[in-house]
């Protein structure tokens, strides 16, 4: 099945920096969507993007998406400690699922 | 409170026991979803159901069986427990499932088969 793949997969930065984290998909899609998970926790809906669109912003995150390169971003501005975790991108392709990448991890120091 | 709620939390059994993972969902959402976690593999979707009484097979869907005769409740049951299926399991819920809908994850059954 189409799976979202996340890039880089570990990134390790300093409070009030920015992140950024890349994510590439194989087929064309109808959405793709971005979650956060806490470690020891359940992954947490961030923001959904569909095909149409090609950027999109909530709070400190700003997603785009091209479509033309099958890729996706997501951006995390001023980063703070409680942003770490592991992001993952999900991605419809119409056939009643997500399909997950494999996540990128994201440590900010303090 | 509302939300979508998973037990146990940790569960350690043997080879070849049944065991049954249970999820709750209080927002009357029609999809839930039942993924597996694994390093290396991401979420991996198991079964999905649209409506109570209606269930169909996702990625991985061998060795585990599921039900939904309430629209709030979703169980997962290993019928004959692997060492292979040793994991972190998580439940979802939805309001549609066309991927145009956020899904809402519960904090996982993390279940070691010995």
């Known amino acids: 099945s189409q799976q979202g793949e996340e890039d880089p997969q570990a990134l390790s930065i300093q409070e009030g920096e920015n992140a950024t984290m890349n994510c590439s998909y194989k087929?064309?899609?109808?959405?793709l969507q971005w979650y956060r998970q806490n470690s020891g926790r359940g992954l947490v809906h961030l923001i959904l993007i569909r095909s149409n669109e090609r950027e999109k912003h909530s709070g400190r995150l700003r997603v785009t998406l091209d479509t033309s390169k099958k890729s996706s971003s997501l951006l995390i501005t001023a980063s703070r400690a409680a942003d770490t975790a592991s992001y993952f991108c999900?991605?419809?392709?119409?056939?009643?699922?997500?399909?997950f990448g494999k996540g990128n991890q994201v440590v900010v120091i303090p | 409170d509302a939300g979508i709620t998973q037990s146990p939390r940790y569960k350690i059994t043997e080879t070849g026991r049944q065991v049954t993972l249970m999820c709750h969902q209080t927002?009357?959402?029609?999809?839930m979803f039942w993924y597996r976690q694994d390093l290396g593999h991401g979420l991996r979707l198991i079964y999905y159901?649209?409506?109570?009484?209606?269930?169909d097979k996702g990625e991985v869907p061998d060795g585990y069986v599921v039900s939904r005769s309430k629209t709030e409740n979703f169980p997962l049951t290993l019928e004959s427990a692997t060492r292979s299926q040793t994991s972190v399991y998580f439940c979802?819920?939805?309001?549609?499932?066309?991927?145009?809908?956020?899904?809402?994850f519960g904090d996982g059954t993390r279940l070691s088969i010995l």
């Open positions: 927002w009357s959402h029609s999809y």
């Open positions: 159901s649209a409506a109570a009484d209606i269930t």
């Open positions: 999900a991605t419809d392709n119409g056939n009643n699922r997500l399909a």
């Open positions: 979802a819920s939805a309001r549609g499932g066309y991927g145009n809908q956020p899904q809402h």
């Open positions: 087929t064309s899609i109808n959405n």
